[in-house]
């Protein structure tokens, strides 16, 4: 039991550890230096990944702007739980179950991306409001 609670502190203090170094990166390293992390994807193809606009959305969370978030990057609205059931799903021990739903969200992820670049569904993209 000693050993169960071991690693769930690790993993729980890795956890606070990468979120603290992912907000200190949003709030102060960004506005201080005006380094941030480009969208190679972008950079190179001209097209919209999965993931543009995380970094807006990631900021516009922690100034408590959920619309904007919701607006910049929905994907991750819709991601993130389904990665929570995920990982319940693992820890039950749902192996055939938590493999249906990983692929289900990497085609969700995938058609997300595809679908933001077709004009007729341009609102999928970024955007400020």
């Known amino acids: 039991m000693k050993n169960f609670f071991n690693r ?5 203090l890795l956890s606070l550890f ?6 200190f990166y949003l709030k102060v390293f960004i ?3 005006g380094i941030h992390i480009p969208c190679l994807f972008r950079y190179v193809t001209g097209l919209y990944c999965p993931g543009c606009g995380m970094t807006r959305a990631s900021l516009s969370i922690l100034d408590g702007d959920i619309y904007q978030s919701f607006r910049s990057n929905m994907l991750i609205f819709i991601i993130l739980p389904l990665l929570a059931i995920f990982y319940l799903l693992e820890h039950r021990g749902k192996i055939k179950a938590s493999r ?3 692929g289900f ?7 997300f991306g595809v679908l933001r670049n077709i004009e007729f569904f341009n609102w999928l993209a970024p955007m400020q409001v």
């Open 31 to 33: 506005p201080v230096t």
């Open 8 to 12: 769930i502190n690790k993993k729980f």
């Open 100 to 102: 249906i739903l990983i």
């Open 18 to 23: 990468a979120l603290g170094g992912g907000i």
């Open 105 to 111: 969200m990497v085609a969700l992820t995938v058609i």
